[in-house]
């Protein structure tokens, strides 16, 4: 069985950096595309970033870039999100999501998702 589990989300104030997981399990990551996407309270899910399989192309969005560096370690079968200068803005559930043949921003494109870790940034 296929199974994403994210990790590593909390409260931190602004400024500060936090480092989230994304664990596999029922399959090897490297082999598939993996996307971080957030969503706040009454708002819609956002692609955050990503990470393409073979040649680990990334993508982030605007507001992220600079801050947030995506990388995969696949010999724990994991990829991580590490998350640096971190405004009130970014507080959302974040989800990590998987696809065998698409990658980039558009959560439509994943087929398989985490439960979501929450972030939380706030003085």
């Known amino acids: 069985q296929l199974q994403l589990v994210e990790s590593g989300g909390g409260f931190v104030q602004p400024g500060g950096s936090l480092r989230l997981s994304c664990a596999a399990s029922?399959?090897?990551?490297?082999?598939?595309?993996i996307g971080w996407f957030r969503q706040a309270p009454g708002k819609e899910r956002e692609g955050v970033s990503s990470i393409s399989t073979r040649v680990g192309s990334t993508v982030y969005v605007d507001s992220v870039k600079g801050r947030f560096t995506i990388s995969r370690d696949n010999a724990k079968n994991t990829v991580y999100l590490q998350m640096n200068s971190l405004v009130p803005e970014d507080t959302a559930v974040y989800y990590c999501?998987?696809?065998?043949?698409?990658?980039?921003?558009?959560?439509?494109?994943?087929?398989?998702w985490g439960q979501g870790t929450q972030v939380t940034v706030s003085s």
């Open positions: 999501a998987a696809d065998r043949w698409r990658a980039g921003l558009n959560r439509l494109s994943y087929n398989y």
């Open positions: 029922g399959f090897t990551l490297a082999n598939y595309h």
